[in-house]
T-cell receptor, first 115, second 108 residues
Framework: DAGVIQSPRHEVTEMGQEVTLRCKPI?????LFWYRQTMMRGLELLIY????????DSGMPEDRFSAKMPNASFSTLKIQPSEPRDSAVYFC?????????????FGSGTRLTVV | DAKTTQPTSMDCAEGRAANLPCNHS???????VYWYRQIHSQGPQYIIH???NNETNEMASLIITEDRKSSTLILPHATLRDTAVYYC?????????FGTGTRLQVFP
């Protein structure tokens, strides 16, 4: 298994531009999570999906952030418009829940820099 | 918010056992304890989890006290590659909320 695949690995964009981060979860996993990591705030859960349905988006910082999961094999996190304070590493993770307790598998992350 | 308490940092000599403590005094009866680690610039990596019995896998051992209010992750023979931030987590439901973790430095 290739694991959780995130793209791009690095993104540099100008303030005000739209940014889209992509995630392909592990095949067969039914839950997907988006996290953001900064030095100041550590790892923050932004949103998570179960069976492609958003369950909890209370961690999404503001309306500029949106996430979708159109099918079981793909999810996006979009920031529009982007701001310098959005600079962070964004991680996607997937897991198989509801069938016992399994660990999350994280992707390698997308390092976003907004200038 | 994270419901666990861990020391900020620890050191361990290479080849020795690393014992990382965690307090989770508010844990409820059906909540598991999870341990993850994050090596610099990588995504967090699952290590082990347990409910009330001690657990062991190829990476580590997890010792949970009888009252379940604390646990210890044991890396039996630490290597330089075990240098990382270690997170102890207990949360109800399906979402993991990370705290600040313990930064373990393994030295030669």
């Amino acid at each position: 298994d290739a694991g959780v695949i995130q793209s791009p690995r690095h993104e540099v964009t100008e303030m005000g531009q739209e940014v889209t981060l992509r995630c392909k979860p592990i095949s067969g996993h039914n839950s997907l999570f988006w996290y953001r990591q900064t030095m100041m705030r550590g790892l923050e859960l932004l949103i998570y999906f179960n069976n492609n349905v958003p369950i909890d988006d209370s961690g999404m910082p503001e309306d500029r952030f949106s996430a979708k999961m159109p099918n079981a094999s793909f999810s996006t996190l979009k920031i529009q418009p982007s701001e310098p304070r959005d600079s962070a590493v964004y991680f996607c993770a997937s897991s198989l829940t509801g069938y016992g307790n399994y660990g999350y598998t994280f992707g390698s992350g997308t390092r976003l820099t907004v200038v | 918010d994270a419901k666990t308490t861990q020391p900020t940092s620890m050191d361990c000599a290479e080849g020795r056992a690393a014992n990382l403590p965690c307090n989770h005094s508010t844990i409820s009866g059906n909540e598991y304890v999870y341990w993850y680690r994050q090596i610099h610039s990588q995504g967090p990596q699952y290590i082990i989890h347990g409910l009330k019995n001690n657990e062991t896998n190829e990476m580590a051992s997890l010792i949970i006290t009888e009252d379940r209010k604390s646990s210890t992750l044991i890396l039996p023979h630490a290597t330089l590659r075990d240098t990382a931030v270690y997170y102890c987590i207990n949360n109800p439901g399906d979402k993991l909320i990370f705290g600040t973790g313990t930064r373990l430095q393994v030295f030669p």
